[in-house]
T-cell receptor, first 111, second 112 residues
Framework: QKEVEQNSGPLSVPEGAIASLNCTYS??????FFWYRQYSGKSPELIMF????GDKEDGRFTAQLNKASQYVSLLIRDSQPSDSATYLC???????????FGPGTRLSVLP | KAGVTQTPRYLIKTRGQQVTLSCSPI?????VSWYQQTPGQGLQFLFE???????NKGNFPGRFSGRQFSNSRSEMNVSTLELGDSALYLC???????????FGPGTRLTVL
């Protein structure tokens, strides 16, 4: 079992719709959870992070964390073609320990 | 504030050669992590340096090594290159206390 799993996609949504990206992790001791966006040919850029159970909103993005289910998701409201990218989920057990990345989900927002 | 920089951006080597990649973190960041990214394996953690010491290490062979200098700049070395080492090598820096990691633009290594 891989440590961090994501559906590889591609996930296709129409412009203006809500895109839902999911991530599960195996290490129950994980404390920090991150979402990165990576455009083709570019390096990953941080979208947001979440530490506590529940929802965290930042503009059109909402991260949701459920530690009991070992599940973290990213919702993108009012999806735009510019959101088309690969979204990477990353997990960290604690300070001083390395990040573990999932394989990424490729999102395609259709105009 | 300047971002993470990596040099060179592109590199072509042949099998058996060795290569050194460089990473300069964001000013004030003491942690530098290195990753290998390939289409098949995704983003794989190589190692992390903090205050000139290797703090964490991934599951890569000993041909992959690194170091960090007193100014937090880091280098990664790959010896006896293999075709499978062709990848995008990314470094990321973070302030240890804020836990947020920022990536550089990467070095695209092609091994022929």
């Amino acid at each position: 079992q891989k440590e961090v799993e994501q559906n590889s996609g591609p996930l296709s949504v129409p412009e203006g719709a809500i895109a839902s990206l999911n991530c599960t992790y195996s290490d129950r001791g994980s404390q920090s959870f991150f979402w990165y966006r990576q455009y083709s040919g570019k390096s990953p850029e941080l979208i947001m992070f979440i530490y506590s159970n529940g929802d965290k909103e930042d503009g059109r993005f909402t991260a949701q964390l459920n530690k009991a289910s070992q599940y973290v998701s990213l919702l993108i409201r009012d999806s735009q073609p510019s959101d088309s990218a690969t979204y990477l989920c990353a997990v960290r057990r604690d300070y001083g320990q390395n990040f573990v990345f999932g394989p990424g989900t490729r999102l395609s927002v259709l105009p | 504030k300047a971002g993470v920089t990596q040099t060179p951006r592109y590199l072509i080597k042949t099998r058996g050669q060795q290569v050194t990649l460089s990473c300069s973190p964001i000013s004030g960041h003491r942690s530098v992590s290195w990753y290998q990214q390939t289409p098949g394996q995704g983003l794989q953690f190589l190692f992390e340096y903090f205050s000139e010491t290797q703090r964490n290490k991934g599951n890569f062979p000993g041909r992959f090594s690194g170091r960090q200098f007193s100014n937090s700049r880091s280098e990664m070395n790959v010896s006896t290159l293999e075709l499978g080492d062709s990848a995008l090598y990314l470094c990321a820096s973070s302030k240890d206390d804020t836990d947020t990691q920022y990536f550089g633009p990467g070095t695209r290594l092609t091994v022929l």
